[in-house]
């Protein structure tokens, strides 16, 4: 009944970023289904995650009955319900008594999955001395390179200023394109050329246009590497708010 997520391109590993992860649920409490191999189900939300004791608490059913069909099952699916898409997979969950009431608990999972949709998920990412770059080679002997304005894990948004090359046109696809990003370093890319529009025009009469491109075979090292940096990116952002 439920699929793993260690196979997923979109597998998180990273103790500190699940726990973020975590954490940013039990804050905004979306509603998470609940699936188990023996057939129970419910709706729960993440009420709070104890670093201390590896657990995370998680709201029970009204009924006794289902929470005692919960408890008794094994192999249980997690998975959010709408916007960013979260699943983690744990075997076994009891029943524990808080100073508020009763609660689910579960291990903090050592696997999550984290799917940044793109027609629900787009950051801005940093300018200045932070910022981006992406290397584009346009033939064996010129390569380009754009400002990065934004972000999914569908792809990123480039600017560029002046003159449209004629090689970037609208579904053309470029392989040993690159990304330099902080700590990990460079992280080679395929990209596909999705949209081009003028986007304002400089004091001096030039247009900056921006380019949609998306990711093209993304690997998984790669999407680890996109996802661990929009975490970094939301976390500075909460911390900011």
Not at 217 to 228: C, D, F, I, K, T
């Amino acid at each position: 009944m439920t699929q793993k997520v260690e196979d997923s391109d979109f597998a998180i590993n990273n103790r500190k970023e699940i726990i973020f992860i975590l954490e940013d649920l039990a804050k905004h409490r979306p509603a998470l289904s609940l699936d188990a191999r023996n057939g129970a189900s419910l709706l729960t939300a993440v009420l709070g995650v104890d670093t201390d004791d590896d657990c995370v608490y998680l709201d029970v059913s009204g009924d006794k009955r289902t929470n005692q069909k919960v408890v008794d099952s094994n192999n249980l699916l997690f998975s959010t319900q709408t916007g960013v898409r979260v699943r983690w997979n744990v075997d076994s969950i009891e029943l524990v008594a808080l100073t508020d009431g009763e609660a689910f608990s579960i291990e903090i999972p050592s696997v999550i999955e984290r799917i940044q949709r793109r027609e629900y998920f787009r950051l801005s990412t940093p300018q200045g001395s932070r910022a981006l770059i992406c290397k584009i080679p346009l033939d064996e002997n010129e390569t380009i390179e754009l400002l990065v304005t934004d972000m999914s894990v569908g792809g990123v948004g480039l600017s560029l200023k002046g003159t449209v090359p004629p090689e970037l046109s609208q579904g053309a696809v470029f392989s040993g394109c690159s990304i330099e990003f902080p700590v990990v370093g460079v992280v080679p890319l395929n990209l596909k050329i999705c949209a081009i529009f003028a986007s304002r025009v400089t004091k001096s009469g030039e247009e900056i246009r921006h380019i949609g491109v998306e990711f093209d075979n993304l690997s998984r090292g790669a999407g680890n590497v996109v996802q661990r940096f929009m975490i970094q990116l939301e976390s500075e952002r909460i911390s900011l708010s």
